[in-house]
């Protein structure tokens, strides 16, 4: 099976002397933060948040929400979806000081690197459940009807979406309504129209309990989660190995086009007539090719090396509750905001005279 690996940073050594450079190392860390690496297992939030006062990093933020990776059994976290707190950095990648607690009790190290298991506000988290059948109610359509037309119609145009006219909290239309701003609401906000604008009408309409703190936040009071101005000092990211865009179209497809991330996914090959060693092989040839050719753009791998991928990816990539949200997390880690993403998409799609697309 292919290798998907992203370069992770997990520490500079015992020498480590160089204070400008963000400290990889725990026990150095911990001397920043004055905090004994003995306390950080189970105390995520209080850690992340030490850092983020005692040993910021530009642009890095605090990001509370869920843990969905390994956990050992001597951790003393439970296993499943953990409650967690870490670190985002200004270029998309995770700076994790006490992701070891959870995978490796026995053996501190900080992790920098892909969105690999890291979920915000756990909104992919909600995703996974089903919606509701259209017509239902969701529950805050009394609170809705009460805050008058003039409220919901800011509401709407915020949404690009049509204003209710009925406001009767029993009715199908104002149902309908409250279901899709619920529905947007389990999105993140880079998929969203507007979600200054959403947020404000909404709690103009006092229904702000709706979005979540850390979202809220995240959009309309950043600088919570933010390194403070003024900070004495200010440490450099750690380095980061910087890929071309075919190496990140191979590391997107070797981490979701697979069984552990696809748990029926030979069924799903099986519909498109494949079965899973052409995946494999397919995504072996186009490692290869990206491991002999680490400059290589799009248009520079042969089209029979995503002819295959680009059919099962047209189908299966982002594909299930919450895994659109997964992909563009991890997108977002290698460097490639939403629109970059669908620019890869495109022209590999493009390589094979396929019209792909992610957005």
């Given amino acids: 099976m ?10 500079r050594g015992e020498n480590e002397t160089d204070m400008t450079v963000f400290p990889m190392t725990p026990e150095l860390l911990a001397a920043e933060i004055d905090l004994p690496i003995a306390d950080w297992p189970g105390n995520c939030h209080a850690v992340a948040t030490a850092v983020l006062e005692r040993a910021p990093v530009a642009g890095m933020r605090l990001v509370r929400g869920h843990f969905h990776g390994f956990v050992s059994r001597r951790s003393v976290y439970s296993a499943g979806p953990c409650q967690h707190s870490w670190l985002e950095l200004e270029d998309g990648r995770i700076l994790d000081p006490t992701r070891w607690a959870m995978e490796t009790p026995d053996n501190p190290e900080i992790y920098c690197g892909e969105n690999d298991a890291y979920d915000e506000a756990g909104l992919e988290l909600a995703a996974t459940a089903p919606p509701i059948f259209p017509g239902m109610a969701v529950g805050f359509e009394p609170a809705l009807a009460k805050a008058g037309a003039e409220k919901v119609a800011q509401i709407a145009q915020a949404m690009a979406a049509a204003a209710p006219t009925d406001l009767d909290p029993e009715g199908r239309e104002l149902r309908r309504f409250a279901d899709r701003i619920h529905t947007a609401l389990k999105s993140p906000p880079e998929q ?3 979600p200054d604008a959403l947020f404000s009408a909404l709690q103009a309409a006092g229904l702000k309990a709706l979005i979540k703190i850390d979202i809220w936040q995240k959009v309309m009071e ?3 989660g933010r390194v403070r101005r003024g900070a004495n000092r200010i ?6 190995t910087e890929l071309e865009e075919a190496a990140k179209l191979c590391r997107i497809f070797c981490h979701f086009l697979r069984i552990e991330e696809r748990d029926n996914i030979e069924a799903e090959l099986e519909e498109l007539g494949y079965e899973l060693e052409d995946l494999w092989n397919a995504l072996n040839r186009l490692e290869g090719f990206v491991n002999f050719q680490p400059g290589a753009t799009i248009e520079d791998i042969p089209s029979r ?12 990539l982002g594909q299930g509750y919450g895994q659109d949200i997964r992909v563009e997390r991890y997108a977002a880690s290698l460097g490639l905001d939403r629109e970059a993403l669908d620019d890869l998409i495109r022209r590999a799609g493009a390589r094979s005279g396929y019209c792909s697309a992610w957005i």
């Fill in 235 to 240: 440490f450099e990211a750690p380095p980061r």
């Fill in 2 to 11: 292919a290798q998907t690996d992203f370069p992770i940073v997990r520490s």
């Fill in 192 to 194: 969203m129209r507007d």
């Fill in 222 to 224: 950043p600088e919570k």
């Fill in 305 to 316: 090396y995503l002819d295959d991928l680009n059919v099962i990816a047209g189908d299966l």
